[in-house]
């Protein structure tokens, strides 16, 4: 394949990862390459706006999201002991656009990234140790689709006997939040009507129910803390009094309204924040792991890769390797 025919094979995977995004997947990122010129550098650009606008948009509160979107199974293999794949569900084919006999019989390895593999193969390794008849374990797998996007999910891996043929089979389901269309703007009409005027039962510490009454101006102050914290943080936070005082709502409004809202507590959330930008950096840029660790408002490197692998459960540098294994394929 010419340069030409490479850019062009390039373009057409941003332009589908864009039609995919502007549909509401936003399961899928674009597979890196080794090249150094303008369309690469537009990749990875992409690739990190998406995040970007994907956790934004899940954390802004302008819709319900347990109604407006859903957890949906949206593979699921059946593997004999080969690594085969023997059954799989309709959706394969709408989220890999691989065809069934693509998909049947072969192996399953065939379909993940680099790295994935390697975390599969030693997945399968302690399957085949284990005595239990039935086992489960989740797995972080990247998928690379027939159009050459990088799908990545969180698995459940199950394996148990199947009693009909007496074999070992292994199950792999991947849950993905996805869109429900149909609720969408239903939704937004309501969350717009009802937060005039929208009442939260919270407890307070003695475990009691408290009503408070939050009103639209209220909602738009404790947004704009929250996004204050969005662009700030680098820097510490200030104590929750002065946050109020500085954004005209007061100390309680803001520590019980916020949680309301967004489902965690100011300081959980710049955290998550924080941590959540920093695993953007690191798969996204060449910044330094420490240097990410000083733009995302942690005290030391030390104390980011601690709270880094207690949220997901590896360290920056493991993702970063992670990463860098995945844009030299």
């Known amino acids: 394949?010419?340069?030409?025919?490479?850019?062009?094979?390039?373009?057409?995977?941003?332009?589908?990862?864009?039609?995919?995004?502007?549909?509401?997947?936003?399961?899928y990122k674009i597979e890196r390459s080794n090249l150094d010129d303008d369309i690469e550098a537009l990749t990875a650009l992409v690739n990190?706006?998406?995040?970007?606008?994907?956790?934004?948009?899940?954390?802004?509160?302008?819709?319900?999201?347990?109604?407006?979107?859903?957890?949906?199974?949206?593979?699921?293999?059946?593997?004999?002991s080969n690594d085969t794949i023997v059954a799989f569900n309709a959706r394969i084919k709408q989220m890999l656009l691989f065809d069934d006999?693509?998909?049947?019989?072969?192996?399953?390895?065939?379909?993940?990234?680099q790295d994935s593999k390697l975390a599969w193969n030693g997945l399968k390794s302690?399957?085949?140790?284990?005595?239990?008849?039935?086992?489960?374990?989740?797995?972080?797998?990247?998928?690379?689709?027939?159009?050459?996007?990088?799908?990545?999910t969180n698995c459940l891996v199950s394996k148990f006997i199947d009693r009909v043929n007496k074999s070992k089979r292994i199950v792999v389901t991947s849950i993905e939040l996805i869109k429900n269309s149909t609720e969408r703007e239903t939704e937004l009409r309501k969350t717009v009507n009802s937060s005039k005027n929208k009442t939260a039962n919270l407890t307070n510490i003695t475990g009691k129910s408290k009503p408070l009454n939050l009103s639209f101006t209220d909602i738009r102050k404790i947004r704009k803390?929250?996004?204050?914290?969005?662009?700030?943080?680098?820097?510490?936070?200030?104590?929750?009094?002065?946050l109020?005082?500085?954004?005209?709502?007061?100390?309680y409004k803001l520590k019980y309204?916020?949680?309301?809202?967004?489902?965690?507590?100011?300081?959980?959330?710049?955290?998550?924040?924080?941590?959540?930008?920093a695993s953007v950096l690191i798969q996204h840029t060449d910044t330094s792991i420490k240097e990410v660790a000083h733009v995302t408002g942690f005290i030391s490197a030390p104390?980011?890769?601690?709270?880094?692998?207690?949220?997901?459960?590896?360290?920056?540098?493991?993702?970063?390797?992670?990463?860098?294994?995945?844009?030299?394929?």
């Open 48 to 80: 990190m706006t998406f995040e970007e606008i994907k956790a934004s948009f899940l954390h802004q509160g302008y819709v319900n999201l347990n109604e407006t979107y859903k957890h949906l199974v949206q593979m699921f293999f059946v593997l004999d």
């Open 1 to 27: 394949m010419n340069d030409d025919e490479t850019n062009k094979e390039r373009i057409e995977q941003i332009h589908t990862m864009l039609m995919e995004f502007a549909s509401g997947n936003f399961a």
């Open 303 to 329: 104390h980011f890769s601690k709270a880094f692998k207690e949220k997901y459960g590896y360290t920056p540098r493991d993702l970063r390797k992670r990463s860098n294994n995945d844009d030299s394929l």
């Open 244 to 251: 109020a005082h500085t954004f005209g709502t007061n100390e």
């Open 257 to 277: 309204g916020f949680k309301q809202l967004y489902g965690q507590t100011v300081f959980r959330f710049l955290i998550n924040e924080r941590l959540r930008k």
């Open 101 to 113: 006999d693509e998909l049947q019989e072969k192996a399953f390895s065939t379909f993940l990234t």
């Open 225 to 242: 803390v929250h996004d204050h914290i969005i662009n700030n943080l680098d820097k510490p936070l200030s104590p929750l009094i002065e």
């Open 126 to 152: 302690k399957l085949a140790l284990t005595n239990l008849d039935a086992h489960e374990e989740f797995i972080m797998l990247s998928f690379r689709t027939k159009q050459k996007l990088i799908l990545t």
